[in-house]
Nanobody, 125 residues
Framework: QVQLVESGGGLVQAGGSLRLACAASERAFSELVMGWFRQAPGNDREFVAAINWSGGSLYSDSVKGRFTISRDNAKNTVSLQMNSLKPEDTAVYYC???????????????????WGQGTQVTVSS
């Protein structure tokens, strides 16, 4: 099982930026589909973004144009650059692996096999 560790969360004012990072222990990281999800108090865990082995990406409508997902296969990391943050972006952000996918990018949390511990992002007004 791949082990994932998220970092980079924190407190930021609306309009600010944060960059989240996820470090993976899997030696075959370069062939894995990686996703970011978030969960706010009282809400379901929701899809944010995903990236496949070749760098193709998919974003939820709520973050498209503001967030950018990227990966560094040599370092076994995936990042989420978050710009123009809004209070509604406040949530715990999780990194996850979809081991069954190759090129397709799936948005349902149930398709992802491994999860990190999460990192808190708080955006104040």
């Amino acid at each position: 099982q791949v082990q994932l560790v998220e970092s980079g969360g924190g407190l930021v004012q609306a309009g600010g930026s944060l960059r989240l990072a996820c470090a993976a222990s899997e030696r075959a990281f370069s062939e894995l589909v990686m996703g970011w999800f978030r969960q706010a108090p009282g809400n379901d865990r929701e899809f944010v973004a995903a990236i496949n082995w070749s760098g193709g990406s998919l974003y939820s409508d709520s973050v498209k144009g503001r967030f950018t997902i990227s990966r560094d296969n040599a370092k076994n990391t995936v990042s989420l650059q978050m710009n123009s943050l809004k209070p509604e972006d406040t949530a715990v952000y999780y990194c996850a692996v979809d081991r069954a996918a190759t090129h397709i990018l799936r948005v349902a949390a149930r398709f992802y096999d491994n999860w990190g511990q999460g990192t808190q992002v708080t955006v104040s007004s």
